[in-house]
């Protein structure tokens, strides 16, 4: 039985590697970044993997067994016929969230998107020579000056250290791209939308996203993930952020797919000298949700940043693993992370903080805050802090509680039926991630979805 499992995990790596190497033999657009090597590397690192299980320390609260069970496809080319119509926009008003990435099963669609179309005219910059520094898009397009910079990040990929990861850089063959050069503010939020459209079989897509802020620049993105339909997926989603010296990134990540989807994610932030990061990561959809967030110091008196909201009810299963690695001193951190759990749902966070000797007058602040709602629910919560330096200030703390009795009669001794108070309880347990988000019209969709789901 145990040789059968085995032999399962790796005859479905296999599987998966094979259709990558299909896709990046048929994607010869993008051979100026050098990713026929990266694929090669990734894909002899994913052969020399194995899935991951419960034993592993990482893994030991997300069971993925179930996933084994499904023949996934990665899907050659985008042949989806999709309308954005068909998807709840984080805002109606377009003029809210004018600039948009549109990709369907990990492939650009430039008919869907209107970056190319509003960009020009909405910067409004002073001298009209500057407005094609600016850049959003896939990344076969992106203009020849700045490609060598853009290889240079897409290089780490080089030395995996994650099977998933490595999967992804493996079926390389487009990105979405997001490059502010030096000292320019785009004022305009960035909307990424990251579709999954129903193919003839499970349908397995690689999204990946590289976000390029230079010194001294600023800029607003929000990454969304959403499914067409109910049903069954895999999503292995890679998202590399550069804070430049002196520049701000406001990151929103929402994740809302389908309820019968798998959705891994990891986002890897490097942040320069003096620069300022923040990341709102909302998770609510898919049946089973992992997002590896990491964040590493590249230089001196960094700002960051982490807000989380997990909500999970039925039988979902949304895990949370953290980084932020100090290795400079005068760093900042605060992190908040939340999770609202009812019915026999599921939600792990596991944060850590690690300070580097070198990180000499680091200042972290970590808290851990749930709210079960129900007597199945669980939550898995493990705050750390691996300090080596010796001049610091961290902290850190988890809470976990449940709807007061009190509480619920004062509401409804106000009028309000138990339905409805409930519901008030849990929008104002959230309502401390959601009102720090940038754009007000994302912070009311998501109140909404939670009390559909409530």
């Known amino acids: 039985m ?28 993008s051979s100026a970044y050098g990713l026929q090597d990266l694929r090669d590397a990734a894909t002899e690192y994913v052969l020399s993997s194995t899935f991951p299980t419960v034993k592993d320390e990482e893994w030991r609260f997300t069971d993925l067994s179930a996933v084994l069970q499904i023949p996934f496809h990665i899907p050659q080319s985008n042949q989806s016929k999709v309308k954005l119509a068909d998807i709840i926009m984080p805002v ?61 990040v897409l290089s780490k990929h080089r030395q995996q250290t994650e099977v998933f990861t490595a999967l992804n850089t493996a079926g390389l063959a487009d990105s979405a791209v997001v490059f502010v050069p030096a ?67 406001n990151h929103v990540r929402l994740q809302r797919e389908g309820g019968e989807v798998v959705h891994i994610g990891k986002s ?25 967030l990491e964040v590493f110091q590249r230089g001196e008196a960094t700002e960051t940043t982490l807000n989380g909201l997990s909500v999970a009810f039925g039988e979902q299963l949304a895990d949370t693993h953290s980084l932020i690695d100090f290795n400079y001193p005068h760093g900042t951190s605060r992190q908040l992370h939340k999770c609202i759990i009812g019915n026999k749902a599921r939600a792990v966070f596991n944060g850590k903080v690690f300070v580097r000797k070198a990180a000499q007058l680091t200042d972290a602040g970590q808290l851990s805050r749930n709210l079960l709602l129900s ?25 976990v509680s ?3 009795d009190d509480e619920l009669f004062y509401l409804q001794s106000r009028g309000l039926d138990l339905e409805r108070s409930r519901y008030l309880l849990i929008d104002a347990f959230a309502a401390e991630i959601l009102n720090q988000l940038p754009i007000a019209g994302v912070a009311k969709m998501l109140s909404t979805c939670m009390a559909i789901q409530a």
């Open 2 to 29: 145990m040789n059968t499992q085995v032999a399962s995990r790796e005859m479905f790596l296999t599987d998966l590697v094979n259709q990558c190497g299909k896709l990046g033999a048929a994607n010869n657009e």
């Open 92 to 152: 109606k008003n377009r003029d809210d969230l004018p600039l948009r990435l549109v990709f369907v099963n990990g492939f650009y669609a430039p008919d869907l998107s209107t970056v190319e179309s509003l960009v020009l005219p909405n910067l409004l910059l002073a001298e009209p020579s500057k407005r094609i520094d600016f850049y959003a898009g896939n990344l076969s397009n992106v203009p020849e000056k700045y490609q060598g910079r853009i290889s240079d």
């Open 183 to 249: 000292n320019m503010s785009i004022d305009l939020p960035i909307h990424l939308l990251f579709l999954t459209a129903p193919g003839a079989s499970p349908t397995m897509c690689q999204p990946h996203c590289l976000i390029i802020a230079e010194p001294g620049s600023s800029m607003t993105l929000v990454e969304d993930y959403a499914t067409i339909g109910n049903v069954a997926a895999f999503t292995n989603a890679v998202t590399d952020v550069v804070v430049g010296e002196n520049a701000t990134v």
């Open 268 to 292: 890897a932030i490097e942040q320069s000298r003096n620069s300022r990061y923040t990341c709102h990561a909302i998770s609510l959809g898919g049946k089973i949700s992992r997002h590896n």
């Open 375 to 399: 007597p199945r629910a669980r939550v898995d919560t493990k705050p750390q802090l691996e300090i080596v330096a010796d001049n610091v200030k961290c902290s850190h703390g988890a809470t």
């Open 402 to 404: 449940q709807l007061e």
